[in-house]
Structures are given as C-alpha cells and as structure tokens.
Nanobody, 121 residues
Framework: QVQLVESGGGLVQPGGSLRLSCAAS????????MGWYRQAPGKQRELVAV???????TYADSVKGRFTISRDNAKNTVSLQMNSLKPEDTAVYYC???????????????WGQGTQVTVSS
C-alpha cells in the first residue's frame, strides 16, 4: 500500500502565503501523477493542481498565477506553494497520487488525510 502524509496547512491572512507538502511512502513501485485537491464546506472536492511524472502540469483556473506545484520524483514528494491567498481558497487540501504498489498490477489513486487551510483576517 501507499501512504500519503500532508503538512503545512494553517491560518493565514488574505494576501499571505503557505506551502503544503506531501510525502508518499510504502511499497511503491511507481507514481504517475501527483496533485492537490481541495474541498470547501458544502462544496464538492475540486482539482487544484496536478503534475505528471513526465512533467505536464495542470492548474485550476482559480489558482493560476498564484499557486505553484512542484515534485521531487526521487523522494516521492509533492509541494504546493500558495501565494496571494484569498478567503475563497479556504478549504481542506488533499494530496493525491496515482501510484502502483507492490502486489498490484495497475495504478490506483491514493489520498492523504487532508490539511486545513484557512484564509481570514
């Protein structure tokens, strides 16, 4: 199995910055895409940003120009630098990885436990 552990959430004022990090561990054979999703109260979980092993990156329109996703393939980590934060960025942020674990023949999605990001004055 694969475990994802997030860190870096918290409370920040509008216009501030936060950096989220996620580390994957376990019996990992390989990881394709890694990314971040978020879910605000009363809303569906939505994609924030995803980076694939070959490099293509996708951002949600709402975060383009403010958030930057990066990845360390050697360490199986993914980070999200969030700048110019807005109150509407408030949500629980979840790390996601499409990974192949030992004993499995195909990729499957894995999720972290989530970390709260609150943007408020």
């Amino acid at each position: 199995q694969v475990q994802l552990v997030e860190s870096g959430g918290g409370l920040v004022q509008p216009g501030g910055s936060l950096r989220l990090s996620c580390a994957a561990s376990g019996s990992i054979i390989g990881i394709n895409a890694m990314g971040w999703y978020r879910q605000a109260p009363g809303k569906q979980r939505e994609l924030v940003a995803v980076i694939r092993s070959a490099g293509p990156i996708t951002y949600a329109d709402s975060v383009k120009g403010r958030f930057t996703i990066s990845r360390d393939n050697a360490k199986n980590t993914v980070s999200l630098q969030m700048n110019s934060l807005k109150p509407e960025d408030t949500a629980v942020y979840y790390c996601n990885a499409d990974a192949r674990a030992a004993g499995w023949s195909a990729l499957r999605p894995y999720w972290g436990q989530g970390t709260q990001v609150t943007v408020s004055s």
